[in-house]
């Protein structure tokens, strides 16, 4: 029987819905509106496109978007002054900076500038490590890594006791969606370049995770029947047919792990949706915390 299908969009059509609920009633209660900042550096046309979307996704929930950008010469000083100035803006709950910096910048230092209170897209150290711990929660989850463990419990996935495996270790996805399956009682592998045997292993997974940016690399036969398969990568491959000369893929050959899996994200349409959906939840959950502080409107 062929997988279930994911469906990303749909699932983060339903979170947007109720988080324009919640909005509306925040500003009804408090008078306060939950405001995301974004920080774009350089000119990188994915890196807008993604701002762009980010944006309208807070614009369509009744969010305020502030757009702040700085050219591609912009020094560290610059962007960690640009950071502060919106830490300590009250209109501000959420700041986002874009990634990847321009070369030359040091991420780790303006993502460890932004505001603990403030760290929506979860980047910040203090959350990372908080991630990595047992008994500890952080303020907020990096928004992908949440957005798959979210499809994964919708979906039903048995994570207790699963045996789970990501392939890609980034500190963005990899890292701490292995952290949130371990903190789910999942028996966790982490694959990366230097695995061995990599299709054995991925064989023994019953939920499977592919962040590793490598276009259908996971075939069907590296897959375990009955797997749980979440397909993070988002890929570009030539296609002659299509008017813009490429097509979208994931890091999973979909068409024949979909005769394997019980269940499988598609790409485009399954975790990307998800990701904006977790970055206004997010947003919307720092400014629930500045109004339980006393904060008030600006």
């Known amino acids: 029987m062929p997988a279930r299908i994911l469906d990303g969009t749909a699932l983060a059509a339903e979170i947007r819905a109720t988080i324009k609920q919640q909005v509306e009633h925040l500003k009804a209660a408090c008078g306060i509106t939950p405001g995301l900042a974004t920080v774009l550096v350089g000119d990188d046309p994915a890196s807008h496109a993604y701002v762009r979307s980010k944006r309208k996704a807070c614009t369509e929930v009744g969010m305020e978007s502030f757009a702040h950008e700085l050219p591609a010469t912009a020094t560290q000083e610059e962007v960690v002054a640009l950071v502060t100035r919106l830490n300590a803006d009250p209109r501000v709950h959420g700041v986002l900076v874009q990634l990847p910096l321009p070369h030359g910048l040091d991420a780790e230092g303006v993502l460890g500038a932004v505001s603990l209170d403030k760290d929506v897209d979860g980047f910040h150290p203090l959350n990372i490590g908080r991630l990595c711990m047992k008994g500890r929660e952080p303020l907020f989850v990096p928004c992908t890594p949440l957005g798959v463990i979210v499809l994964l419990e919708k979906a039903g ?38 695995t061995e045997n990599l299709p054995a292993v991925c064989r023994s997974a019953d939920i499977l995770v592919a962040a590793v940016g490598r276009a259908e690399m996971v075939r069907g036969d590296w897959v375990k029947p009955g797997a749980f398969v979440i397909d993070v990568g988002i890929n570009r491959v030539a296609d002659a047919t299509r008017q813009t000369g490429y097509r979208l893929v994931g890091d999973v050959a979909f068409d024949e792990v979909k005769e394997v899996a019980a269940a499988l994200t598609p790409v485009p ?4 949706p998800m990701t904006i959906a977790m970055l206004l939840h997010n947003t919307l959950e720092a400014a629930k915390r500045y109004a339980s502080r006393g904060g008030s409107a600006p």
Request: overall charge positive; hydrophobic content about 45%; glycine content about 14%.
């Open 157 to 194: 996935a048995p994570l207790r006791g699963a045996r789970a495996v990501v392939i890609g270790r980034s500190n963005i996805v990899g890292l701490p969606v292995a952290m949130l399956l371990l903190h789910r009682d999942c028996t966790v592998t982490i694959c990366h370049s230097r």
């Open 269 to 272: 349409g399954g975790v990307g």
